[in-house]
């Protein structure tokens, strides 16, 4: 296990959070945020990307980052938010990062239990289970909470992903995990800024996690995800369209491309995403209802 003392001149933590048009939410997002960071009792730094907002979100950065030195701002035209993911990463110095929403929040012990389980089990990415709350009524939805039993990898593989592999338990999305700032530098892996609608988690994931060798899932409810609002920076499409469907094929082929100029491209990791992209035509597209009631 490596020893905290050696990083002592960098942040234990870097959480990259971008921000557009949240002058709203961002204000109890930073609160819960530095409170979380606060009982870590360690070196942190917050980074708030400001995606060209045009209300007053930037007044509010402005404002905390002359009060503390630990936050981060940059500012860009509006890109969306993998682009915004992007610069926080280039700029983030932790030994881990993390990536958080504004309009969700998180249990104050989160950073803190997943930053001790990485340590102990020298993890390249650890996660955390999740609830989901109603956006209107802030009711949780048990049917959607994700809590899977712990499971490490210590000797992870790509071709191990496919039998009773942790790749099963983690989700798509990247708000729930910590990842090892070297091993995504190492690699240069980055956000898509072309995939939107979602897409871009699930194929930062897929680039991300056969380069890790040591998997962890934890199975404490640590994050607190609001389901849909509009308006959401990374939440926008969520209704089955013509348009997700490109999106869907887009991801599918992207990151087969990548796969095979990893040496990573064989029967198994193509079924994958074979299975991946199927239940999304057979289930939820509304051609497939037309067509299934026509006959």
Known sequence: IRKMSAYKEFPMI?????????????????????????????????????????????????????????????NQRNAGVSAARNAGLDAARGLYVGFADPD??????????????????????????????????????????RSPSRHFEEN???????????????????????????????????????????????????????????????PDCLYYYRLMRNGSLSRRCNVPTYSKCVQEFQRLLYIVDYWQKQGWQNEGLFAYGVRKIRPFFVSKHPLFHQMTAVQ
């Not at 045009?54 to 950065?61: A, Q, R, Y």
């Not at 990485?118 to 009524?137: K, Q, T």
Request: with cysteine; hydrophobic share 40%.
């Open 156 to 218: 992870a593989s790509p071709a191990s992903f496919f039998r009773d592999s942790i790749w099963g338990k983690m989700d798509i999305c990247v708000w729930s995990k910590l990842f090892r700032k070297s091993m995504l530098d190492a690699h240069r892996l980055r956000f898509n800024v072309h995939l939107k609608s979602g897409a871009e988690d699930e194929t930062f994931r897929l680039m991300a996690v056969p380069h890790a060798s040591r998997l962890l899932f934890i």
């Open 14 to 74: 870097s959480i990259v959070t971008p921000v557009y048009n949240e002058e709203d939410n961002v204000v109890y997002f930073h609160d819960a945020v530095t409170r979380v960071m606060k009982d870590l009792g360690m070196d942190y730094e917050i980074l708030y990307i400001n995606d060209g907002s045009t209300d007053e979100t930037w007044t509010h950065l402005l404002r905390w980052k002359e009060k503390d030195s630990r936050i981060i701002l940059l």
């Open 104 to 145: 969700d929040y998180m249990d104050p012990e989160m950073y803190s239990r997943l930053f001790s389980a990485a340590l102990e089990y020298d993890a390249d990415i650890v996660e955390c289970g999740n609830h989901v709350f109603e956006d209107s009524s802030d009711r949780l939805i048990e049917a959607k909470r």
